[in-house]
């Protein structure tokens, strides 16, 4: 499969801000990882970040128009507000989205409980850290291999 995996705001910022929440791995570190895992399950895997909104929504286009087969977004702060996201996911019809968050989002401020990104997705993970990256990859080969069932 061919997967884009989007992140939002800050996530560039990994390894450097609030290590209790989001570990001490930098963010490079992450994307091998997630590349690595990736290959290894045969999967071709770009992952691109971005602080800004209307970066993310071309990104959903790319992944529309070039026919991948599933994104995985953290949509960082976005996920809270961000209905232009929403739309995005919802636009790209046909591409699988699994939304992902390295912190578990229901055990901490109560402004963070709600996502309005997640409706437009299959599934949402949260508070695995970085394997919830790898969950996300399983989660789209498992909902790709029932369509084609």
Not at 54 to 76: L, R
Not at 100 to 116: G, Y
Not at 120 to 131: D, H, N, P, S, Y
Request: charged letters at 20%; glycine letters at 10%; aromatic letters at 10%.
């Amino acid at each position: 499969m061919k997967i884009l995996v989007l992140n939002g705001p800050n996530l560039n910022m990994v390894g450097i801000r609030e290590k209790g929440i989001y570990g001490s791995r930098n963010y490079a570190d992450i994307v091998e990882y997630i590349k690595e895992e990736g290959t290894k399950r045969g999967h071709e895997i770009e992952v691109l970040q971005s602080n800004y909104e209307g970066q993310i929504i071309e990104w959903f286009q790319k992944a529309y128009f070039e026919n991948y087969d599933g994104v995985i977004i953290n949509p960082g702060a976005h996920t809270h507000y961000s209905y232009a996201i929403h739309d995005a996911i919802k636009a790209a019809a046909g591409v699988p989205t699994v939304e992902v968050h390295i912190s578990n989002v229901h055990a901490r401020e109560e402004f963070r409980h709600k996502s309005v990104t997640a409706p437009a997705c299959i599934g949402q993970l949260c508070g695995f850290g970085e394997f919830g990256y790898i969950l996300a990859i399983q989660a789209l080969e498992d909902y790709k291999a029932k369509q084609n069932a």
